[in-house]
């Protein structure tokens, strides 16, 4: 777009110049796409310092005209960092831990603060964050309240809607709301943090947030098992979430083309058991009692379904090591299925109890669309949550599998209302999603939507064409 005279001298003025990039070397990482299916295109690239800054500059681009796109660590898996015109606001300068109650288990944290580093001063402070995702490395925590994220801990602790206590946010017009505290108890009239929480940037820029922090876990239990049919994952989740309560934090299922792919295109990853078996799932323990004996008890109920017939074979990670070499089968599947050829991607939830009845029809229903089409559906089946990725049959051509993407997303999408499911659990709609939020909402669910945003952004300035179009 045409900046009007002036404006990036104004921006410089306001963050220092060194802040202001506009050089295609210099933005080309915060026009990535992570998926390589959007264009990002945007005049400069803005790295305020702080609160203040954020907000000086929303106003100068409000005043200006310029649409802004907030970004964090620029991970998200639906096009909503793309940018098309305007200003990327980075909020990686923003990466301050303002402080650490440990007796009240909240931590105040600035919105550029990278996930991994959060996990690691929870710790250090004897406490523990317990979101957890593939992208923890570099995903920054004002992106992961922007887009609830959900990850491999939602089974025990929730998404991160459930544990931000607090959040400080500048509005599309520049002002600052500011709602920092550590309450667990606050019924003063709306929750309005809620609002920001998986707006994908489109309301205003999240600034600061308090988290909630829990106790440390000090046992653990890592473990992959096998199974001969689908319908047992869920008989499997039952025994075992039965038997352990919330001491079960993940429970994540993995095809047996999961392992085939990851073992065949990643280094360093082996397939732990002897022989190939249709299912696995990974799960993990965790309790704040080192004296618990966790190993016990999930021996005990894997004996009785193994006896059952429910499981075929086991294997308990011995270590450290050993924990991180499983949980690599399940991380890196869709790298895996990228290095393999064209993948469509679908991120659906249905309740648990549905789950492996949905993903028997959907597999169905895919290979009869496209024969030679591989189905990959894997992810965090104890909370409902499927990845249905699917992998192109071999030797077909990539765009032509691509191509095919919103026929499938229709196969797929209808299979998963029907079963009174989301088409977007955790990843979010950004842009990729837009339609299929537009076809299967309800007019009204759009209408509200839109009419928070039109009070809340009534230039239409924050992230716009994001979610849904004004
Ligand atoms: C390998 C891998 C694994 C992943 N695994 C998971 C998973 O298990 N669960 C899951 O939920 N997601 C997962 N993701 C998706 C992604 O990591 C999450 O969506 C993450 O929360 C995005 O954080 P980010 O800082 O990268 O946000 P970005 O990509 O920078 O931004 C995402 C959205 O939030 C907005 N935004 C960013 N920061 C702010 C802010 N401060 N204020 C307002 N809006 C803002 C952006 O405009 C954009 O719309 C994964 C991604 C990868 C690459």
Same mark, same amino acid.
């Given at each position: 777009?045409?900046?009007?005279?002036?404006?990036?001298?104004?921006?410089?003025?306001?963050?220092?110049?060194?802040?202001?990039?506009?050089?295609?070397?210099?933005?080309?990482?915060?026009?990535?796409?992570?998926?390589?299916?959007?264009?990002?295109?945007?005049?400069?690239?803005?790295?305020? +310092?702080?609160?203040?800054?954020?907000?000086?500059?929303?106003?100068?681009?409000?005043?200006?005209?310029?649409?802004?796109?907030?970004?964090?660590?620029?991970?998200?898996?639906?096009?909503?960092?793309?940018?098309?015109?305007?200003?990327?606001?980075?909020?990686?300068?923003?990466?301050?831990?303002?402080? =650490?109650?440990?007796?009240?288990?909240?931590?105040?944290?600035?919105?550029?603060?990278?996930?991994?580093?959060?996990?690691?001063?929870?710790?250090?402070?004897?406490?523990?964050?317990?979101?957890?995702?593939?992208?923890?490395?570099?995903?920054?925590?004002?992106?992961?309240?922007?887009?609830?994220?959900?990850?491999?801990?939602?089974?025990?602790?929730?998404?991160?809607?459930?544990?931000?206590?607090?959040?400080?946010?500048?509005?599309?017009?520049?002002?600052?709301?500011?709602?920092?505290?550590?309450?667990?108890?606050?019924?003063?009239?709306?929750?309005?943090?809620?609002?920001?929480?998986?707006?994908?940037?489109?309301?205003?820029?999240?600034?600061?947030?308090?988290?909630?922090?829990?106790?440390?876990?000090?046992?653990?239990?890592?473990?992959?098992?096998?199974?001969?049919?689908?319908?047992?994952?869920?008989?499997?989740?039952?025994?075992?979430?039965?038997?352990?309560?919330?001491?079960?934090?993940?429970?994540?299922?993995?095809?047996?083309?999961?392992?085939?792919?990851?073992?065949?295109?990643?280094?360093?990853?082996?397939?732990?058991?002897?022989?190939?078996?249709?299912?696995?799932?990974?799960?993990?323990?965790?309790?704040?009692?080192?004296?618990?004996?966790?190993?016990?008890?999930?021996?005990?109920?894997?004996?009785?379904?193994?006896?059952?017939?429910?499981?075929?074979?086991?294997?308990?990670?011995?270590?450290? +090591?050993?924990?991180?070499?499983?949980?690599?089968?399940?991380?890196?599947?869709?790298?895996?299925?990228?290095?393999?050829?064209?993948?469509?991607?679908?991120?659906?939830?249905?309740?648990?109890?549905?789950?492996?009845?949905?993903?028997?029809?959907?597999?169905?229903?895919?290979?009869?669309?496209?024969?030679?089409?591989?189905?990959?559906?894997?992810?965090?089946?104890?909370?409902?949550?499927?990845?249905?990725?699917?992998?192109?049959?071999?030797?077909?051509?990539?765009?032509?599998?691509? +191509?095919?993407?919103?026929?499938?997303?229709?196969?797929?999408?209808?299979?998963?209302?029907?079963?009174?499911?989301?088409?977007?659990?955790?990843?979010? =709609?950004?842009?990729?999603?837009?339609?299929?939020?537009?076809?299967?909402?309800?007019?009204?669910?759009?209408?509200?939507?839109?009419?928070?945003?039109?009070?809340?952004?009534?230039?239409?300035?924050?992230?716009?064409?994001? =979610?849904?179009?004004?």
């Amino acid at each position: 777009m045409t900046l009007p005279n002036g404006f990036l001298d104004r921006l410089r003025q306001l963050v220092g110049a060194p802040n202001v990039l506009i050089a295609d070397d210099d933005t080309a990482k915060y026009r990535h796409e992570e998926r390589g299916l959007l264009t990002s295109i945007c005049d400069a690239v803005v790295r305020p +310092a702080n609160t203040d800054e954020i907000a000086a500059v929303v106003k100068a681009c409000v005043a200006a005209g310029v649409p802004i796109v907030a970004m964090g660590g620029n991970t998200g898996l639906v096009g909503g960092g793309v940018a098309n015109g305007g200003v990327i606001l980075s909020t990686e300068r923003l990466n301050r831990i303002i402080e =650490i109650d440990a007796l009240n288990n909240t931590m105040t944290v600035e919105a550029g603060c990278v996930l991994a580093d959060l996990q690691k001063a929870a710790e250090e402070a004897n406490c523990f964050f317990p979101l957890s995702l593939g992208a923890e490395g570099s995903c920054r925590i004002g992106g992961n309240i922007s887009t609830n994220a959900g990850g491999v801990g939602v089974l025990r602790y929730g998404n991160t809607r459930d544990l931000v206590l607090g959040l400080e946010v500048v509005l599309p017009d520049g002002r600052v709301w500011s709602r920092l505290n550590g309450l667990r108890k606050d019924n003063t009239g709306y929750d309005l943090k809620h609002l920001f929480i998986g707006a994908e940037g489109t309301l205003g820029i999240v600034t600061k947030a308090v988290l909630k922090l829990f106790p440390r876990p000090r046992a653990k239990v890592t473990l992959m098992a096998a199974l001969r049919e689908l319908d047992q994952v869920l008989v499997l989740f039952d025994r075992i979430r039965n038997a352990c309560g919330d001491r079960l934090t993940a429970f994540e299922m993995i095809p047996e083309l999961g392992i085939e792919l990851v073992t065949r295109h990643i280094p360093d990853t082996r397939d732990p058991f002897a022989e190939r078996h249709p299912w696995y799932v990974l799960m993990e323990l965790t309790s704040p009692r080192s004296a618990d004996d966790l190993r016990g008890e999930v021996e005990g109920a894997l004996g009785e379904a193994f006896e059952a017939g429910v499981v075929v074979d086991a294997v308990f990670a011995e270590s450290e +090591a050993q924990g991180r070499a499983l949980w690599k089968l399940r991380e890196e599947i869709p790298g895996a299925q990228t290095r393999e050829g064209g993948s469509i991607k679908h991120d659906v939830s249905v309740p648990v109890s549905r789950t492996t009845e949905f993903v028997r029809l959907a597999m169905q229903a895919v290979i009869d669309e496209m024969p030679g089409l591989r189905p990959c559906p894997f992810g965090h089946i104890g909370d409902g949550n499927i990845h249905f990725n699917l992998t192109q049959p071999p030797g077909m051509d990539k765009a032509a599998f691509i +191509a095919r993407w919103e026929d499938f997303n229709r196969i797929v999408h209808d299979l998963t209302k029907r079963y009174g499911g989301s088409i977007s659990a955790e990843h979010g =709609i950004g842009l990729v999603k837009r339609d299929e939020l537009e076809h299967y909402s309800s007019a009204l669910d759009i209408e509200l939507m839109r009419l928070v945003k039109k009070s809340l952004d009534p230039n239409n300035i924050m992230n716009p064409g994001k =979610i849904f179009v004004v």
